[in-house]
């Protein structure tokens, strides 16, 4: 295992497996901790990786399954041997507590392995076959054979609030290297040093596989030109993101807008709204109350599941509910931040919320440079339905309190939700009749949809859906987590008549 003392960033790209300096350099701003100088990426470096990936591709586009299987498990285990240095990077950019990094380490290194794991039992392939029917009249069938193939060189942007997870080695990347994929990222300035120690792990990965280096490069920083064009180089050929709505509305512009316009597969974030019915609200809205603010403030709010906001029908219930959620809030102090400007952006939104008509303050402390402290706010149902602004996101632990006049006000709220990550419900027995109305609505506005539980936290496993209708997501129909996400870096092939010396290896 890397001893945590000997790492130093030495803040270069890696291209094509070398490390490349740039001409001018940005400096880390850790919540505590040394900073570091890193290079600052260009276009030129963009093409350069682009290139390399187009001919890597050659080669791992066309490798077994069980080469790139071997290949996700190098590269966990490599992760996993620069366990310490990891955390103790990753806890001074990101102000994160190192409990927090660990678990997020496993949950990177699980995901490697776990697309490891589904490559090898080959159901994502979903092979098909039309056996040919010479004699059929009036006219006879070809042989046709269809599965699914990787599509080529893939972009990825690091997240800001998950500096392993929905980064260098996280989850956009494991799907298209278990695709066949050769992978360009854009590293996120919130972490670079955690973004370079992880890179270091994939190039030793690489060079062990004996895997094309231009499999895989890492592109630190840069500005605007820099995300522009990587989403715009001809050799890629679609893209994946995690971020804020207006940045990926942006790069998602840019790729349709192309000469060949590409996917854009961006998640974008969600209010995560939660229902109370009336029953459940009755017979345990304090425990759900407590139960919101722990899910609410986990990681300083900054989760892209977080549930912002709470629906209900207003009354005595309510009134308890309220009380309830703010006493539980209380105690939470403040906590850092990922970054200075995802600080400033919370407070901007806490002010936003704050303005509008109609809205009470019920919980109020004070936040400033990169902490974060709990708010609370109420309105009414009609209010929310006049003020569109209400339902737009406020990064961090900011909660707001819908109450309603009755269920079809309630159903209203539903049927006015843009695209949700997630829509949750709580009831008891006597919620049902309630709860078959409101179904239909949150299952086409959420990628996923709970049941008396917090949305904070994503399984990782075959059955997730973490996407959902825009602004959610880009692509309603893909998710970014869970094995289904394989599929984003996939075309169907269809190969008619043809000898089964030239079909590919899955169909040999």
């Not at 990177?108 to 059929?136: M, N, S, V």
């Not at 690489?206 to 094309?212: C, F, R």
């Not at 219930?317 to 959620?325: C, T």
């Not at 109305?437 to 399984?459: C, F, H, S, W």
């Amino acid at each position: 295992m890397l001893d945590k003392a000997t790492f130093t960033p030495h803040g270069k790209h890696l291209i094509a497996g070398d490390w490349v300096a740039g001409a001018d350099t940005f400096r880390s701003e850790p919540a505590h901790g040394p900073a570091h100088d890193y290079s600052i990426g260009t276009p030129e470096l963009v093409d350069r990786a682009c290139a390399a990936a187009e001919e890597a591709f050659w080669s791992y586009g066309y490798s077994s399954r069980e080469e790139r299987a071997a290949f996700l498990n190098a590269i966990a285990d490599e992760i996993e041997a620069r366990a310490e240095a990891i955390t103790e990077i990753g806890t001074q950019e990101t102000g994160l507590p190192e409990a927090r990094l660990q678990g997020e380490r496993g949950r990177t290194t699980g995901q490697l392995r776990l697309f490891a794991e589904h490559i090898l039992k080959d159901d994502y392939l979903d092979r098909r076959h039309d056996a040919a029917l010479p004699d059929r009249q009036p006219l006879p069938r070809p042989d046709l054979k269809m599965v699914q193939r990787p599509i080529g060189p893939v972009a990825v942007f690091g997240a800001s609030n998950f500096p392993l997870a929905f980064s260098t080695a996280g989850g956009d990347t494991a799907s298209a290297l278990a695709a066949g994929c050769p992978v360009v990222v854009k590293g996120h300035s919130a972490h670079p040093g955690t973004g370079e120690i992880v890179a270091e792990a994939i190039k030793a990965a690489i060079d062990a596989s004996g895997v094309h280096p231009g499999t895989f490069s890492l592109i630190q920083g840069g500005k605007r030109d820099v995300g522009q064009a990587l989403v715009q180089h001809p050799l890629i050929n679609a893209v994946g993101f995690t971020g804020s709505l207006g940045g990926g509305r942006a790069l998602y512009d840019l790729c349709a807008a192309r000469p060949e316009p590409i996917p854009f597969f961006g998640e974008l974030g969600s209010v995560n709204p939660m229902f109370l019915l009336p029953a459940a609200l009755k017979a345990r809205g304090a425990d759900i109350a407590k139960g919101w603010a722990g899910s609410l403030t986990m990681g300083a709010g900054q989760f892209c599941t977080n549930p912002g906001i709470s629906v209900l029908i207003d009354g005595p219930e309510a009134d308890a509910f309220i009380e309830a959620a703010t006493k539980a809030l209380e105690p939470f102090g403040a906590q850092t931040m990922l970054t200075d400007g995802i600080a400033k952006a919370y407070r901007a939104g806490r002010d936003r919320v704050a303005g509008v008509r109609g809205v009470q303050e019920v919980l109020t402390s004070m936040c400033d440079l990169r902490n974060a402290t709990p708010y609370l706010f109420a309105t009414t149902g009609k209010e929310w339905l006049e003020n569109e602004a209400l339902g737009e996101e406020v990064f961090g632990p900011l909660g707001l309190i819908v109450r309603v006049a009755d269920e079809a006000e309630m159903l209203k709220i539903a049927q006015s939700l843009q695209g949700q990550l997630t829509c949750t419900l709580h009831l008891d027995d006597g919620d049902t009749a309630l709860g078959q109305k409101l179904m239909p609505v949150l299952e086409r506005k959420a990628g996923r949809v709970l049941a008396n539980g917090y949305p904070t936290g994503v399984e990782v496993c075959d059955a997730m859906v973490h996407g959902g209708p825009y602004p959610a997501s880009t692509n309603f129909g893909h998710t970014s987590v869970g094995t289904l996400a394989i599929r984003r870096f996939l075309r169907p092939v269809c190969y008619q008549n043809m000898p089964d010396a030239l079909l590919p290896g899955d169909l040999g």
